[in-house]
């Protein structure tokens, strides 16, 4: 699927879109870490969504979900993680982020994935739904103010307790 938004063309990554993501994170976080976890969980099989913003042929923004599990005693429910996200910074503060991941929400939902956790920004994900609240009966090595989640199949995560268990990847980025 296709969606266009003035000049801003938003659609799923295909694997030759893959070099220029990697340079579009390295770019906006000024580092290696969030490629070096994109290749990873690629590479490791947990890619769910990858879905850019092009403008002029060019990547302009990216998001990614991959599948983590949410423990509740020995039941293992599948459900994603947003990480990274990312908008080239001559490119910030254009909306191009927002629309990038009310789409990619919305993509996630008709895969039929029932619920999605970040880290990041309350003021920014909160605008489209993330809250803290439905986050915080979950343990998980970013609990906090700024670990957050969005219900994508209603009442999901209500009245549920347990653990948000991450993928390799991302515990590597911990050692």
Partial sequence: ????????????????????????????????????????????????????????????????????????????LPVLALAPMAVHPAKQRRGIGQALLGEGLEQCRRKGFPAVFVLGNPGFYGKLGFSPKLAEPFSSPYSGPHFMAIELRPNFLKKKKGRVLYSRPFLALES
């Fill in 1 to 76: 699927m296709i969606r266009q938004i003035g000049p801003i063309t938003m659609r799923e990554a295909k694997p030759e879109d893959l070099e220029a993501i990697l340079a579009l994170h390295r770019r906006a976080f000024g580092g290696e870490a969030e490629a070096s976890l994109i290749r990873a969980l690629e590479e490791g099989g947990y890619s769910r969504l990858s879905w850019i913003a092009e403008e002029a042929g060019e990547v302009a923004g990216h998001i990614f979900f991959s599948e983590i599990d949410l423990q509740r005693d020995a039941e293992l």
